[in-house]
């Protein structure tokens, strides 16, 4: 997302720099959920919403730890940097929802023919 043609030579996909530089705001991250479920009978419980901060900071983590075992030359670069830093940039959220795409939170068993 930096700089997409260091990765895939004649990439007509523009840089996104600031998504490596922006600290994500997730202060109205709580009151979205609420909203959503409220609004749009998103299924979300209450105690998902009351540990979503936890849960996202969690999420965080694994996306960085498996960015470091990818792109050794990364941690060297933060290594000096204060604990947590890469965590918190806009970049780790925009990971977050792609890797979510297409993926139920849970699943349903659906009858059908076959498994009746």
Request: proline share 4%; hydrophobic share 40%; net charge positive.
């Amino acid at each position: 997302m930096y700089n997409p043609r260091s990765t895939s030579a004649g990439s007509i996909m523009p840089r996104y720099p600031w998504l490596i530089a922006n600290n994500l705001d997730r202060s109205q991250m709580i009151d979205k959920l609420k909203f959503m479920k409220n609004t749009f009978d998103v299924p979300y419980t209450k105690v998902q919403i009351d540990t979503a901060d936890k849960w996202a900071d969690n999420q965080a983590a694994k996306i960085v730890k498996d960015i470091f075992i990818e792109a050794s030359d990364l941690k060297e670069a933060y290594a000096k940097r204060p604990q947590g830093e890469l965590e918190k940039k806009e970049i780790i959220a925009l990971i977050a929802y792609l890797q979510r795409l297409g993926i139920d939170i849970k699943t349903t068993d659906i009858k059908t023919a076959d498994n009746n």
